[in-house]
T-cell receptor, first 115, second 115 residues
Framework: AQSVAQPEDQVNVAEGNPLTVKCTYS??????LFWYVQYPNRGLQFLLK??????LVKGSYGFEAEFNKSQTSFHLKKPSALVSDSALYFC?????????????FGTGTRLKVLA | AAGVIQSPRHLIKEKRETATLKCYPI?????VYWYQQGPGQDPQFLIS???????DKGSIPDRFSAQQFSDYHSELNMSSLELGDSALYFC??????????????FGPGTRLTVL
């Protein structure tokens, strides 16, 4: 069965400091991994994805994520946080070899960037 | 760029009533997904359609049904509404024919409140 874990309900970081939002996954086949951001009363906005290739993927708004197969992790990172990055972040996985296209989401991590 | 359109954005219903949520995917997208996000919860996959045929089924209650029409828009029909159905319902679309790993694009959601 597929699953995604986001171990931190909330992450606080000072503006200008680097941020990391953690995600680990479990799938029986090859994972396709995604990060989405949700602002209050808004839909989910796509940030970045890992399909294959380079383990470090770059996405929107200066975010990047590193795929680590041995640790089954896909942590979201940004070198310098902005107050406007404060939002709810979801990691999602799709099992590429299962024949299914649905996403399994993590429970979300609320990022709070302090001025 | 055109995005996923959902209507209505807000809906208030009484217990045991019915509701219909509509989703208009991004033009030329062939796959539609429905997710339910309860308060403080992660999005849970309900059902998806590819080329007007059901492709995946998740935790959709028997009281709910959905379909995708010839113009690719989709409707989620909910009957015998319960208080626990109060949630944010997201529709997402993707283009499967362009590649099997394209990300899903989410609409703004329909907030359903059951009184």
């Amino acid at each position: 069965a597929q699953s995604v874990a986001q171990p931190e309900d909330q992450v606080n970081v000072a503006e200008g400091n680097p941020l990391t939002v953690k995600c680990t996954y479990s799938v029986s086949g090859n994972p396709y991994l995604f990060w989405y951001v949700q602002y209050p009363n808004r839909g989910l906005q796509f940030l970045l994805k890992y399909i294959t290739g380079d383990n470090l993927v770059k996405g929107s708004y200066g975010f990047e994520a590193e795929f680590n197969k041995s640790q089954t992790s896909f942590h979201l990172k940004k070198p310098s946080a902005l107050v406007s990055d404060s939002a709810l972040y979801f990691c999602a996985v799709r099992d590429a070899t299962s024949g299914t296209y649905k996403y399994i989401f993590g429970t979300g991590t609320r990022l709070k960037v302090l001025a | 760029a055109a995005g996923v359109i959902q209507s209505p954005r807000h809906l208030i219903k009484e217990k045991r009533e019915t509701a219909t949520l509509k989703c208009y995917p991004i033009p030329r997208h062939d796959t539609v997904y429905w997710y339910q996000q309860g308060p403080g919860q992660d999005p849970q996959f309900l059902i998806s359609f590819y080329e007007k045929m059901q492709s995946d089924k998740g935790s959709i209650p028997d009281r709910f049904s959905a379909q995708q029409f010839s113009d690719y828009h989709s409707e989620l029909n909910m009957s015998s509404l319960e208080l626990g159905d109060s949630a944010l319902y997201f529709c997402a679309s993707s283009s499967r024919d362009r590649g099997t790993y394209n990300e899903q694009f989410f609409g703004p959601g329909t907030r359903l409140t059951v009184l």
